[in-house]
């Protein structure tokens, strides 16, 4: 699948994705809607980005070609982390970034807080409930093939439907941050 990077800096950069069907990239129709949305809302530039379940890193990528300031991708799968680490050494992007090659529920015990979390599970993630109450971030933005009801430590900003993938974007309601419960 051709990926490439739809905007900003970087626009019509190509990325490589990883070989077979354990990841699934975000269309670039998708992915330029999300970050449009993003962008109206001012989460994106100067933001401190994590990409969760990042596949081949395109929409951590996409967040740094748009101004974000860093961009952390946690992806367990070594293939895929290797190629998101490959894209980010074409793209001359290696200073703003890091790559955790860990799971996504294990590293979010100990991170950071995050201004933007980018959320594209394989679609049989059932986990949703532990990971939107461990995520320390402003914003979330969920990819998945349903609808998926956030805790009320976030509240919704936006749901569209592409196709069979359902995107919502939501805010984590004041003093839900981690160290204000």
Not at 46 to 60: E, H, P
Not at 99 to 119: C, E, N
Not at 127 to 146: M, Y
Not at 162 to 169: A, E, Q
Request: proline content about 4%; overall charge negative; aromatic content about 6%.
């Amino acid at each position: 699948m051709l990926v490439r990077v739809v905007s900003g800096v970087l626009k019509g950069r190509r990325l490589v994705a990883p070989e077979g069907t354990a990841t699934r990239p975000t269309s670039d129709r998708v992915r330029e809607s999300i970050f449009n949305a993003l962008g109206s809302i001012g989460a994106v530039d100067q933001a401190r980005v994590v990409d969760l379940f990042a596949g081949s890193g395109a929409m951590g990528i996409e967040a740094l070609s748009r101004g974000a300031s860093e961009c952390t991708f946690v992806e367990q799968s070594r293939v895929a982390s290797d190629v998101i680490g490959e894209n980010l050494r074409s793209l001359d992007l290696a200073g703003s970034a890091q790559v955790v090659a860990k799971d996504v529920l294990t590293y979010l015990g100990s991170a950071p807080r995050f201004d933007l979390a980018l959320i594209d599970p394989p679609y049989e993630f059932d986990r949703w409930d532990e990971l939107l109450g461990d995520l320390d971030a402003g914003v979330a933005v969920i990819e998945s093939n349903r609808l998926i009801e956030v805790p009320p430590k976030w509240s919704t900003v936006r749901e569209k439907h592409y196709g069979t993938t359902v995107v919502l974007i939501a805010r984590l309601v004041p003093g839900h941050a981690r160290g204000h419960r």
